[in-house]
């Protein structure tokens, strides 16, 4: 007997994108799409197009250019959102406008400060309004998890009624337990009359660790589609991992009734990719795409997966994607060989200009180091095209001395705003000096949230790819910078940060309290 398509829904590139700092530009989202496609995802939440001229761009780009996925984009219940979203979407081969409104008595009476009745009011309206643009609706009743089972009864049923053909049930402040999550759905699906009209989702975060084990609980209660992220990236603690629910769905389907079509090998190279061009590193241990996930530490798991790998290994390696895709080049590759593999990463430069520059860097990066990997071209990519932009800080020069028993000092000179100037400064390190020396210069007033260094590839010839986040005025800007030297890395990385801080536009947030 076949059974029913669970749907994966991906929403790595607008709910992945809220968690602070994690904001990805046109091209890197566009990027990671074509991955998403590769990996045959079923619906891409391409953003939130009414939030920035810059998102609506994003998922105009990918609605234009990806076309083996549905693309969607978020709106809240306001016809501007969605008319917004619509013109995004117009190019989609096949387009969703996905519109909610909070549905618990305490969102409802503080954030949005309207009475229950008024709240279907706009839910109705505004899914009628979106139908008229598009012929594929979802409907989520935001914080769902602590929403009154017979008002989420009485909303989901007008909802459906006017043109909603997926309801979904988002568990947005991570509160639920699986068992009790379970049976919300199943009760939703037995109880609203209409239910069979749609298709019932979840979108579970994950402050209390549990978004997998809900969202996998949803769906042995009937639930068809899941909303997840790549790396469970998302606000707070993040999404629902889509990694673990495809292969928690085929590893067990003894008790799953559902199969996924995802192309499970595009697993681990999507995640690196989204690692890379985010910076936020995954840690060792995550489940799938950690770099202990297949890692046999004690000898007497070696030596039973050895003998049988069954003994200890539920699923294979290779199967999602480790050891797959690791074509490597080096600095004898030429720039067909390059090009070529631009192509199979989804990586499309839009100028003849940009392809010399980065083919110029490639072998820069070939000289130093001696394999050059598929993570490696991304991080080259992310930082050939941040260069090329009109940026306000750009390193000329950084000279840094450290030796033992004396102070490290640093060197630098920066072009700001066309004007080149120079500052020298000591820390309690090499790194410390560096972003002295730059702050004697830009005088930010930003402060420091967070330095991070990861190794992109394995090997101490590895890039090391930085991240900083700085915070000014309440605003969370992330600046990331690779290179085989970290020091230079990392001063990337912070004039990277604040360039997001010199030139970001205000963004809406979805969330924020305004209907
Ligand atoms: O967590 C949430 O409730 C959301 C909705 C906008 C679907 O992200
Ligand atoms: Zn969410």
């Known amino acids: 007997m076949s059974k029913d398509r669970l749907i994966i829904f991906d929403t790595t590139l607008r709910d992945g994108e809220q968690s602070p700092g994690a904001s990805m530009d046109r091209d890197e989202k566009v990027r990671i799409a074509k991955a998403l496609e590769r990996m045959r995802v079923d619906v891409i939440e391409a953003g939130f197009a009414v939030a920035s001229q810059g998102d609506f761009e994003s998922v105009k780009a990918i609605a234009d250019t990806v076309k083996g996925s549905t693309i969607c984009s978020l709106a809240r219940a306001k016809a501007a959102d969605i008319d917004r979203a619509g013109e995004a979407l117009k190019n989609a081969a096949s387009g969703r406008i996905h519109t909610f409104i909070a549905t618990s008595p305490i969102h409802m009476q503080h954030k949005l400060r309207m009475t229950p009745d008024q709240v279907i009011e706009a839910a109705v309206a505004a899914v009628k309004h979106a139908r008229n643009q598009i012929g594929d609706v979802e409907f989520s009743c935001e914080d769902a998890g602590r929403s009154e089972i017979d008002f989420l009864c009485r909303i989901i049923e007008q909802v459906i009624d006017a043109g909603a053909r997926t309801i979904n049930i988002p568990d947005t402040v991570g509160y639920a337990i699986p068992q009790q999550f379970g049976e919300t759905i199943r009760t939703l699906l037995e109880r609203i009359p209409n239910a069979h009209k749609a298709v019932f989702s979840v979108h579970c975060h994950n402050d209390l660790g549990l978004a997998v084990a809900n969202s996998l609980a949803a ?18 603690a993040g999404n629902a991992s889509l990694e673990e629910i495809v292969m928690a769905v085929r590893t067990r389907p003894d008790l799953f009734d559902v199969d996924t079509g995802i192309n499970a090998t595009e697993i681990v190279p999507t995640s690196r990719m989204v690692s890379t061009i985010t910076g936020f590193p995954v840690q060792p241990n995550k489940a799938i795409v950690g770099a202990n996930a297949f890692a046999h530490e004690s ?58 520059e980065v083919f110029r860097r490639f072998k820069e990066l070939a000289d130093k180091k001696h394999d050059v990997f598929d993570e490696d071209i991304h991080a080259l990519i992310s930082d050939t095209l941040k260069a090329a932009e009109a940026e306000r800080y750009k390193l000329l020069r950084l000279e840094t001395a450290s030796r033992t028993g004396e102070t490290p000092t640093a060197t630098l000179s920066l072009n700001v705003d066309g004007s080149e100037q120079q ?93």
């Open 299 to 356: 000898g007497i798991h070696q030596d039973g997966v050895l003998k049988h790998r069954e003994t200890y290994e539920i699923m294979r390696a290779e199967d999602v994607g480790w050891h797959t895709n690791r074509m490597v080049l080096g600095k004898h590759s030429g720039r067909a060989a390059f090009r070529a593999r631009l192509e199979e990463l989804g990586i499309s430069l839009h100028t003849s200009e940009e392809l010399d």
């Open 219 to 236: 769906v042995m209660n009937g639930a068809r589609q899941v909303e997840c992220t790549i790396n469970g990236l998302g606000e707070r």
């Open 423 to 515: 500052a020298t400064a000591s820390g309690a390190g090499p790194v410390d000096a560096t972003f002295k020396a730059i702050e004697q210069i830009a005088h930010s007033g930003a402060g420091l949230q967070l330095y991070s260094v990861n190794a992109i590839t394995s090997g101490t010839d590895s890039q090391g790819e930085v991240t900083v986040r700085l915070e000014k005025g309440g605003r969370i800007v992330n600046g990331h910078g690779a290179d085989v030297d970290i020091i230079m890395a990392s001063a990337k990385a912070y004039l990277d940060a604040l360039n997001h801080i010199a030139t970001g536009a205000e963004r809406a947030h979805p969330q924020a309290a305004d209907v």
